[in-house]
């Protein structure tokens, strides 16, 4: 029978951190090492001594919390000695509690960041928290994301608390670290959008060759199927209109035309001008 971990109040407290914030517990060891170590080097500093020129090295006991400090002179490893204070596990607890904090709040950020990463360029859930200058900070639940003035649909109002969709654009990195910028502006929101609405789009056998979009104005989309009996342009509208009717009310509006695709590029152009009359031809000498 194998011999189970003894279950030591550290023990345990290190493991409902590490299930509450959804983080390793090997990258909590770490982070406390680390700030334990800060610690030291402080505490050694307030004594006078310096400690730049010495490698030091923290062990911590994963079960009891037992911990302890190492050091020794630069490349001189065979000089490694314990240089730990009396009592230094209470200066280091109380040193450390600040920039444990920080650190897995970090490595909590870091984890929620890849998580949204692998979602770039879908559709997401958000509420809208407040408004940054032209910008809009969006509450996702986990984290927040912004939507730049730029990535705005001009001519919708939007108001706190108030439930969106929004297309994930991308991550980039700012002055507070990574974050998620949102859209509502940019054409592929509506090639998205469609994707929800239309089963159809989701199984292929309906495909949007080409948008082109006035943010809150109008959008053309053009649609095509290599299936024979499927009507692309019907599988998008919907019985009634309701799908792209749903479309267009996420939408705040905006006007949604759906065409046919077509190889020639005259007819194309002809059908998304359609209702104006177009003549295109060659001049005659």
Known sequence: MAQQTPRTEFAQALKAVANERGLDIAVILDTMKEAIEAAWRRDRREHGEDTEGSEVEVE????????????????????????????FGRIAAQTAKQVIHQ???????????????????????????????????????????????EERISTERLSPNQRLSFLLKKIEDGPRGKEIILSRADPQFVVKLFEREVPEIGSKSVEIRTIAREPGIRSKIAVYSNQSGVDPVGSCVGQKGVRVQTVTNELGGERVDIIPWNEDKIELIKASLSPVEVFLGMKTR
């Open 103 to 149: 650190k897995i709040r970090e490595a909590e950020k870091g984890a929620i960041m890849d998580e949204f990463s692998g979602r770039t360029g879908s559709l997401i859930s958000g509420m809208i928290l407040r408004f940054d200058g032209p910008n809009v900070r969006v509450d996702l639940g986990r984290t927040e994301a912004r939507m730049p003035a």
């Open 60 to 87: 911590m006991d994963n079960v009891s919390g037992e911990t302890k400090v190492f050091a020794w002179p630069q490349d001189v490893p065979e000089e490694r000695k314990d240089v730990t204070p009396p009592g």
